[in-house]
């Protein structure tokens, strides 16, 4: 025996089908609410190795960040790591943005050179959208060394710590257009919008439809030319 719908469960089920295009809509460009700005913060975190030795991720000050679509250098303090004797090389790695893209490690602290290193980070940018990231260790600048002739002395001082490094963010810009994907996306789109305001016409109309397929039945079931008998 089919059971009948409340008119309040009739009336909520109008009403959400009525609203299912709009939060579809809106579920579309919720990403866009997170994109980047100019000058915002990217967020960044920190890990580093030494001897086999692997510490947790850490936050990356705010001041330490790239900037979005900024070029700008910036002095990054690096931590004594647990254990550190010089004997080994030290590697860090970075995590960059909400996308958490992945750096390889980098080698800071005994990497085979004598000069103080430098962190070029290259990000790819389009829009309000950060697209990759890539980083090398080089040399730092000799004209910066000479500005700032207090960083080399403390960088190859074994007991002066934290370790500053010189981290240069340089930004490109790419234009991206999908033509064809946006194309795709807004035919997409109407089909879902087609298909939902098609069910919801469907559901407001569903007494009238069943009271005309009824009638219709009604009038198939009588004899040719004949009346029907009622009693």
């Not at 900037?67 to 590697?91: C, H, Q, W």
């Not at 790819?124 to 002739?149: C, I, R």
Request: glycine share 6%.
């Amino acid at each position: 025996m089919a059971t009948r719908r409340s008119p309040a469960t009739t009336a909520y089920r109008r009403l959400l089908l009525l609203f299912l295009p709009f939060l579809l809509i809106a579920s579309y460009f919720l990403p866009f609410a997170s994109a980047y700005r100019p000058g915002d913060i990217v967020p960044m975190l920190r890990s580093g190795q030494y001897h086999g030795s692997r510490s947790v991720w850490f936050d990356v000050i705010g001041r330490h960040c790239p900037s979005f679509a900024v070029n700008r250098e910036v002095l990054m303090p690096i931590p004594k790591p647990t254990g550190f004797t010089g004997a080994d090389p030290y590697k860090i790695t970075f995590q960059i943005g909400h996308e958490k893209f992945h750096l390889p490690w980098l080698y800071v602290i005994n990497r085979k050179s004598s000069q103080v290193p430098l962190i070029d980070f290259h990000l790819k940018y389009t829009g309000n959208d950060l697209l990759g990231v890539t980083a090398k260790v080089v040399d730092m600048p000799q004209h910066f060394l000479e500005l700032h002739p207090d960083i080399k002395k403390h960088f190859w001082d074994p007991q002066n710590w934290p370790k500053y490094v010189l981290v240069s963010y340089t930004w490109e810009e790419q234009s991206e257009i999908d033509v064809a994907g946006g194309f795709y996306m807004l035919f997409g789109s109407g089909l879902v919008l087609s298909f939902v305001l098609a069910i919801y016409v469907l559901q407001s109309s569903q007494e009238k439809l069943t009271r005309f397929v009824r009638e219709a039945v009604s009038d198939s079931s009588l004899p040719e030319g004949g009346i029907a008998k009622v009693e």
